[in-house]
């Protein structure tokens, strides 16, 4: 029987190795959320150290820079900060954010609003994505 996959953004058993005198690494394997997996090491001068050093990098990993967004964020939020923030900016023309703005409405909402940041993976993006290019060729 396979082994079951792991959650996303979670990690797995922690290896505790000594390096040399005074130098241990800590070394695990993430789940990322974008569902890939990372191979994440830390050192300290105790095995301790080195395993709480790569709790905390894990922990960084996890949460987001700004603040605003967490994994357990719902996904149409979080397009509604983006849509508002780039409004805002004006950093995209207008004609392409209305574009922008009618396939998230249409397609992507539809397909991922309810789905929490941290549940958004690669194969359900791909299924959005191969409906965006269906809608271009249309």
Known sequence: MPRPVQPLGTFGVIAVKKLRPGVHIATTRYRDFDGGYRHVKKTGPTPKQAENALKQAITELTEQQDGDLTRQTPFRE????????????????????????????SIVLPALG?????????????????????CRVM
């Not at 004006?90 to 392409?96: D, E, L, N, S, V």
């Not at 789905?115 to 791909?126: I, S, T």
């Open 78 to 105: 979080a397009a509604e900060i983006w849509r508002a923030e780039e409004r805002e900016a004006g950093r995209i023309a207008p004609q392409t954010m209305d574009r922008y703005e009618t396939d998230l409405d």
């Open 114 to 134: 309810e789905l929490r940041l941290g549940c958004v993976a690669k194969p359900r993006l791909g299924v959005v994505r191969g409906a965006l290019v269906l």
